[in-house]
């Protein structure tokens, strides 16, 4: 730590950490602006999200935003999720899910009745936007009963529970990140 702190007090590579950073936060603008110009394109595609995921559960904690957002063929697999409007139908999750209505309402919170009122309501999104993440799960299930099944087997990484237990439980994040990671090949 000593010759790290005579080092930087001699100045040469102080200078060049300064010079590094700097590029590092021309970088990250230069980034950031191409984020942007293709969130505006997204936008303007039927059918597809832009990049600005919802990012706070009923808890308040913060969202991760997920690399899969982005991805044409992922956003694709849960289009069937979603109303006219682009809201999530929390209908449309219940069913594919194969939980009743009155079940996502318990885990969201709500009344039967005000979910069945207004399935898509904007109030639901943040929340809805972790069922859409795991319901990319479909991507390598063949069909809808084989994901209903996916989500009632138990899993060694989730703690041997499965991950409609899991979503029972609030535990959303946990078994969004898990599908992000199994369809991108990241270690869990």
Not at 140 to 168: C, H, M, Y
Request: proline residues 5%.
């Amino acid at each position: 730590m000593a010759a790290l702190a005579k080092t930087l007090k001699d100045g040469a590579p102080l200078e060049q950490v300064i010079t590094l950073r700097n590029r590092l936060v021309r970088e990250r603008e230069r980034l950031d602006d191409l984020l942007a110009q293709v969130e505006v394109l997204l936008r303007k595609v039927p059918g597809t999200l832009s990049a600005s995921i919802p990012a706070s559960t009923r808890e308040g904690k913060a969202a991760r935003p997920s690399p899969l957002d982005q991805v044409k063929a992922v956003v694709t697999a849960t289009a069937d999720l979603r109303e006219t409007n682009g809201n999530l139908s929390a209908l449309r999750i219940a069913k594919l899910f194969g939980v009743t209505v009155s079940q996502l309402a318990r885990w969201l919170g709500r009344s039967k009745q005000a979910l069945s009122k207004t399935p898509d309501a904007d109030s639901l999104q943040e929340a809805l936007t972790y069922f859409e993440r795991v319901a990319r799960m479909r991507l390598v299930t063949e069909n809808d009963a084989q994901f209903r099944k996916w989500l009632r087997v138990p899993k060694d990484i989730l703690g041997n529970q499965s991950p409609l237990n899991l979503l029972a439980k609030g535990e959303w994040q946990i078994v969004a990140d898990y599908v992000d990671d199994a369809l991108t090949g990241a270690p869990t």
